[in-house]
C-alpha cells in the first residue's frame, strides 16, 4: 500500500464539491423565505423599539453587504531588530549592519 504523500487526500467531495446537507437547506431556505418576507424580517429588526438590537441589525446588515472590518493586531517590535536580522534565503543569517 502506497504511503501518504504530505496534502494528499483519499476520499472525500472532491474540491468545489458543495456539502449536500447545505445545498438542500438553502433550497429550502430560499422557498421559505422570499426576498418578501427577507424584507420584511429585516424591517421589522431595523425598527425595534430596543436600539440596541436595532443597531446589532444594521451591523449584521453591514457585515453581509460590506465585509467585516479586518481586525488589526498591535504589537511592540525591538528596536535593534531590522529587516537584515532575518534570515536570508540561502538560510543562513546575517546580523544587523549599522550605517
Known amino acids: ?14 474540491k468545489g464539491t458543495p456539502n449536500k446537507a447545505t445545498a438542500s437547506i438553502k433550497q429550502i431556505l430560499a422557498r421559505v423565505y422570499t426576498d418578501e418576507v427577507q424584507e420584511q424580517e ?17 451591523k449584521l446588515a453591514q457585515a453581509y453587504q460590506h465585509g467585516k472590518p479586518a481586525q488589526v493586531i498591535e504589537f511592540d517590535t525591538p528596536t535593534d531588530l531590522a529587516f537584515s536580522d532575518l534570515a536570508q534565503p540561502d538560510g543562513s543569517r546575517q546580523a544587523n549592519q549599522p550605517n
Not at 1 to 14: H, N
Request: net charge positive.
Open 1 to 14: 500500500m502506497p504511503r501518504a504523500v504530505p496534502g494528499q487526500r483519499f476520499g472525500g467531495r472532491q
Open 42 to 58: 429585516w424591517e421589522k429588526w431595523r425598527t425595534h423599539p430596543d436600539p440596541r438590537i436595532a443597531f446589532e441589525t444594521f
